[in-house]
């Protein structure tokens, strides 16, 4: 079963307004991330949080992290029509012993920032 | 740019064929993974590799052959591969592990004719 899913699955705002998007997971973590991806381009991580973390912030992103539910937000604030892509959230799961873990994906969220 | 090359970034091949993917980084980083992006589906990790040694394989069918000389490299080999193979396969690194954020290449998008 899927451990990280994004929700929606697709945004459209205008520029200027805010977008969030939610990832939910199944099971305990290490930490939590977020990619980006232009289309047909490789991701580019935008902020790790960790589990022991609930809210960190870089530039116009803010992440929360609520372990008691198993959620993740992103907010982007004051949107540019530049922020067009697709967002992931990934889970680093430990499996198999001390120091092991695997970074899972979801399915994405496709933001559309409307100029 | 993200330090992680991939090429080609397009490739178009038939099904009898036999052609690899290459991907380079120069991050000085350990662990080197492969995924596969089809569309509407998450990201599937098919390979992993921790100073050069292959720590993963994800049920990968064996038309797929990963191979990493060095740190630096990673090359996935691909033959008689089939129609539904065709999709982004990104190449990715860390500094150790995948519990730490990975840098991406810009991906080779593969067509199986």
């Known amino acids: 079963s899927q451990q990280g899913e994004e929700d929606p699955q697709a945004l459209s705002i205008q520029e200027g307004e805010n977008a969030t998007m939610n990832c939910s997971y199944k099971t305990s973590i290490n930490n939590l991330q977020w990619y980006r991806q232009n289309s047909g381009r490789g991701l580019v991580h935008l902020i790790l949080?960790?589990?022991?973390?609930r809210e960190k912030h870089s530039g116009r992103l803010r992440v929360t992290l609520d372990t008691s539910k198993k959620s993740s937000s992103l907010l982007i604030t004051a949107s540019r029509a530049a922020d067009t892509a697709s967002y992931f959230c990934a889970t680093a799961v430990s499996y198999s012993g001390a120091g092991s873990y695997q970074l899972t994906f979801g399915k994405g969220t496709k933001l559309s920032v409307i100029p | 740019e993200t330090g992680v090359t991939q090429t080609p970034r397009h490739l178009v091949m038939g099904m009898t064929n036999k052609k690899s993917l290459k991907c380079e980084q120069h991050l000085g980083h350990n662990a080197m993974y492969w995924y596969k992006q089809s569309a509407k589906k998450p990201l599937e990790l098919m390979f992993v590799y921790n100073f050069k040694e292959q720590t993963e394989n994800n049920s990968v069918p064996s038309r797929f052959s990963p191979e990493c000389p060095n740190s630096s490299h990673l090359f996935l080999h691909l033959h008689t591969l089939q129609p539904e193979d065709s999709a982004l396969y990104l190449c990715?690194?860390?500094?150790?592990?995948?519990?730490?954020?990975?840098?991406f290449g810009s991906g080779t998008q593969l067509s199986v004719l």
């Open positions: 990715a690194s860390s500094l150790r592990g995948a519990s730490e954020k990975l840098f």
């Open positions: 949080i960790r589990s022991n973390e």
